[in-house]
């Protein structure tokens, strides 16, 4: 079982910064790519970030040049730096990861959820 924790959602005005951390924990072999989703009230979940171990990242283009998603393979947690906030960055934030347990890879690893509210 994988369990994958989320922190550092907060309220903030537009154009501060917010950290997300997530930090994947339980019994597993391995972790392949991790990234962030965001759903915001009355919208669909979608994807802001993602990062293969090697490093190789992939942005939603409405967060390019201000957020940066980076991650600690050692310690099996990501993160995502927020800059610039805007209103509609607002959304519960989602870590997820592609984990192989022992018998096969599933990218149906959710955490809890971090909610990021900013304020206009």
């Known amino acids: 079982q994988v369990q994958l924790v989320e922190s550092g959602g907060g309220l903030v005005q537009a154009g501060g910064s917010l950290r997300l951390s997530c930090a994947a924990s339980?019994?597993?072999?391995?972790?392949?790519?991790m990234g962030w989703h965001r759903q915001a009230p009355g919208k669909q979940r979608e994807l802001v970030a993602t990062i293969h171990p090697g490093g190789p990242t992939n942005y939603a283009d409405s967060v390019k040049g201000r957020f940066t998603i980076s991650r600690d393979n050692a310690k099996n947690t990501i993160y995502l730096q927020m800059n610039n906030l805007k209103p509609e960055d607002t959304a519960v934030y989602y870590c997820?990861?592609?984990?192989?347990?022992?018998?096969?890879?599933?990218?149906?690893?959710w955490g809890q959820g971090t909610r990021v509210t900013v304020s206009s």
């Open positions: 339980g019994s597993f072999f391995s972790i392949k790519d």
């Open positions: 997820n990861a592609d984990v192989w347990d022992g018998s096969s890879w599933s990218d149906d690893y």
